[in-house]
C-alpha cells in the first residue's frame, strides 16, 4: 500500500536551516509529482512546494520562494525539503502529499503522510 | 491571485441530516477543484477531485457540483465519522486551499 513517511521536524531557533525527508513506498515514485503543504497549529492548510516527478519542474508559494527548496531523489524514492532561513511563522506540521495522476501535475493530492512537526522559536 | 472563500467556517448538523458547504473563487477556475475532509491530529483526505468527481473508496453519500466560481460539497445524509473539518483547493493555478469548514454535532 501506498505509504509517506515524514522525518526531520524539530525545534529550530530563526534564521537557521532545517532539512525535511519524505520516505515513499509502494507505489513507483519516480512516477508522480510530489508536494509539500504545512499547517500551523489550529489553523488550515497551505500549499509549500511542488516537484514534477522528474524534477523538471518545480513551483514555490510566495511565502517560501527563495528560502524553501523542493528536491527528491528517486533512486531513494525520498522527497525533500530544504528550509533556509526560518521564520516564527514557518511553525506548522509539514506533510508531503502524492499528486493523484502519474507524470501529470493534477494538483490534487490523494496520499498524504502524517506530517513532522517544525517548531521555529528562540 | 486566486483567492478562496468557503462558507460556513463552522456549522452545527445531527446525523442523518443534509449538509451543504460552499466554495467561492475569485475568478474562474473551470472545474479545477477539490475538496478534502481532515479529522483532529490526521492528515488530509481527498473526497472529490475535478468538481465533481469522487475519489476511489469514498462514499456515494458525497457529492461535489459547481464550476466557474462558485461550488459546493454536500453530503446527503451525514454519518458520525462525517465530523470533521472540511477544505476546498483549487488547483487552476498551483494550488490554495479555502479556511475550512467545521461540521460538529448538533
Sequence with gaps: QVQLVESGGGVVQPGRSLRLSCAASGFTFSSYGMHWVRQAPGKGLEWVAVTWYDESIKFYADSVKGRFTISRDNSKNTLYLQMDSLRDEDTAVYYCARDRVPSLNSASLDYWGRGTLVTVSS | ?106
Design chain 2, 1 to 106: 491571485d486566486i483567492q478562496m472563500t468557503q462558507s460556513p467556517s463552522s456549522l452545527s448538523a445531527s446525523v442523518g441530516d443534509r449538509v451543504t458547504i460552499t466554495c467561492r473563487a475569485s475568478q474562474n477556475i473551470y472545474t479545477y477543484l477539490n475538496w478534502y475532509q481532515q479529522k483532529p491530529g490526521k492528515a488530509p483526505y481527498l473526497l472529490i477531485y475535478g468538481a465533481s468527481t469522487l475519489q476511489n473508496g469514498v462514499p456515494s453519500r458525497f457529492s461535489g457540483s459547481g464550476s466557474g466560481t462558485d461550488f459546493t460539497l454536500t453530503i446527503s445524509s451525514l454519518q458520525p465519522e462525517d465530523f470533521a473539518t472540511y477544505f476546498c483547493q483549487q488547483s487552476y493555478m498551483n494550488l490554495l486551499f479555502g479556511g475550512g469548514t467545521k461540521v460538529e454535532i448538533k
